[in-house]
Each structure stands twice: as C-alpha cells, then as structure tokens.
C-alpha cells in the first residue's frame, strides 16, 4: 500500500515537473523567436560623408534580427528624403534618425540651389515692406540713385530686379526647401506654415534673397551707392515681368522744372578751448 502510494507521488512529481520544463522551454522558444525574428531596416549603400543630402540611392534594406536593430533606426525611404547626414554612415551602418538633420537644422547653405548665392540686403521699417517679407515669398527689389549736384536734385528710382526669392527675414530662415530649380521661370520653392512668428515685437533688419552670381554682384553695387528698397509681391502673381520705365523726380511728380538741391545741414566746428 505504502509502496503504491510513493509510486503515485512519484508520477505526480514526475508529470509537474514535466509541465513545468514544457511551459519553460516553450517561453524560451519564444522569447528566442522574438529576439531573432527578422526585421527590414535601412543601411548604408556606401560610405555617406557628413553635411551631404540623403536620397533613395545611398541606402538599401537588410533583415536584422530583431536583437541587433538599433534604437532610432529608420524603416521607410521617406523618412531620410530631403535629410542631411550630420555624421558620417558607413557603408552596411544602419540609418539611425540621431544622425540626421532636417534642412532647417543644417543652415541656410542647403537650402540654396546649384547656380544661385545667397544675398542678404539690409532694410529697415519702411524699406523692408513693414515686416512684411517672410521666408517664401518673391519681392522685387528697388533703388533710389543721386545724380545731382549741390545746384540741383537728380535723384533716379529704378527696379533691378522683379520675382527674387526670399530665402530669409532676419535670423528666420522659414521652413521652405527647394525642389528641382532650374531657374526662377519654373519657380518653385515648396513652403510649409511656420508656426512661430518671428517679427513678433520687432522688425529685422536685413532680408536674404536667392540670386544668380551675375545679379549678386549688381545688387552689391548698387546696395552701396543707392538706397535700395523691397516691394511685396502676390502669391497669386506667379513669374510675371512688368516692363517698368525709369523714374525721374520731375516724371514721377510731373513737374518738369528742376528742382533744388536741399541745403546741406550747417555745422561748426569745436576745438578744444574754444566755444
């Protein structure tokens, strides 16, 4: 009797213990499963310098097991267009998002296309349309020319140029990227809402256009011997060309007399001792 009794204990023990080793070899199995299930992640087709542009021709995907997948590590093709490798990626390296910047992060250089500069003209609030120009934007740019003398006025206005891009207002460099620019006639800057306004309780006080190398060099010039001024352009406008006539004192009031020239400001001179 007692002989049986051990036996059935024994089998018990023997069928428990045997649950038990199951369901822990089965957790195992699992937990095995889990931390080598095959994961599609992006890596590097080749090595990718830092401060260069990513797109769909510098990555590839591999499987990984789950276990060896970075943090941050990018799945989608859409998720590295238009970023800019911050670090260098080696090649076979996963594409993780900590070593990507945005344009925005990466500065104004990137946002400028191939054949254009970056040129910054100083306005104030009249000049700069109120604080009116924001990143995105297309201005055309005017100046006021002297050619007169201290016996009469002779002062000029002229548009340079019409439909320049602003690439930024101040410090604010918006959110807009270029795409495919080839020229100013297939136009096109992409924009998204800047959330945050910067001019905000103050007007800045240089405005940064995008133009050629040729169109540079005149605005420079004529920054420093003119007075140069902005006018705000339609976004409905599109690239239009107004043929516009150079503008005298006399034909823009419509008087043809000469006018005076204003009187210098009188000043004396103070040496030390004297009054």
């Given amino acids: 009797m007692k ?46 310098p830092k401060d260069f542009k990513l797109d769909e021709t510098m990555v590839t995907f591999e499987k990984i097991p789950k276990k060896y997948v970075q943090p941050k590590a990018l799945h989608k093709i859409d998720e590295i267009l238009g970023q800019i490798s911050g670090s260098t990626i080696f090649e076979g390296e996963q594409v993780i998002s900590t070593k990507l910047l945005s344009i925005e992060d990466a500065g104004l250089a990137f946002k400028i296309p191939k054949g254009y500069r970056a040129f910054a003209v100083a306005v104030d609030e009249i000049s700069g349309v109120g604080g009116h120009v924001r990143p995105g934007n ?11 003398d201290e ?62 190398p040729d169109e540079a060099q005149k605005v420079m010039l004529a920054q420093e011997v003119g007075a140069l001024t902005m006018s705000l352009r339609s976004l ?40």
């Fill in 3 to 48: 002989n049986r009794r051990a036996l059935i204990y024994s089998m018990i023990a023997a069928v428990l213990a045997l649950m038990f080793q199951c369901s822990y070899i089965q957790k195992r199995e699992e937990q095995l499963r889990g931390d080598y299930e095959l994961i599609e992640v992006m890596v590097a087709k080749r090595n990718i």
């Fill in 138 to 148: 297309y201005v055309d740019v005017m100046g006021i020319f002297d050619f007169g």
């Fill in 151 to 212: 016996r009469k006025q002779d002062q000029r206005g002229v548009t340079l140029l019409q439909n320049v891009y602003v690439l930024a207002a101040g410090e604010d460099l918006g959110q807009a990227v270029p795409v495919n620019i080839s020229g100013r006639d297939e136009g096109l800057l992409e924009q998204k809402a800047n959330e945050d306004d910067p001019f905000k309780g103050g007007v800045y006080k240089s405005v940064t256009v995008m133009l050629t």
């Fill in 236 to 275: 409905w406008e599109g690239n239009t060309q107004v043929p516009l006539e150079k503008v005298s004192v006399n034909t823009a009031i419509g008087i043809p007399e000469k006018l005076k020239a204003k009187p210098r400001a009188e000043y004396r001179e103070i040496r030390a001792g004297q009054y």
